[in-house]
């Protein structure tokens, strides 16, 4: 077998581009997901919200506006990206989760809980 097709072009010669796709290439490293037209809006919504919280606090800044009045909208910002997290694990339990159960497969659960070690640090 060749050798390069053994490892994973992350720890030396990428496969890619002898007929195997990038997906397979970085499969023990590179996961993927799609997501609904739908799932992928509101995850943008919420995201392009914190964005403009984000270019808020810079202008704030660059205006020499009062501490306070920037401190409230690093609140606002923060409430922001907490909801965007919030609604990608959401939508990561109900679907890579539940699928990966269904399908026999205990590594999700394990992987989760490790996720929810380090969101609640």
């Known amino acids: 077998m060749n050798d390069e097709l053994d490892r994973c ?65 690093v609140a606002a910002a923060n409430a922001a990206l907490n909801a965007f997290g919030r609604e990608l694990l959401s939508n990561h339990i109900r679907s890579c989760v539940a699928t990966d159960l269904k399908n026999g497969d205990e590594d999700s659960t394990e992987e989760l809980i490790r996720l929810l070690q380090k969101l609640m640090k």
């Open 9 to 73: 072009c992350c720890e030396g010669p990428s496969a890619v581009g002898d007929g195997i796709s990038v997906e397979e290439a970085h499969s023990c490293c590179h996961r993927t997901k799609q997501r609904s037209k739908d799932e992928y809006r509101a995850l943008m919504n919420r995201l392009s919200r914190a964005e403009g919280q984000i270019r808020g606090i810079r202008r704030m800044l660059d205006e020499d506006a009062y501490c306070v009045d920037i401190l409230t909208q």
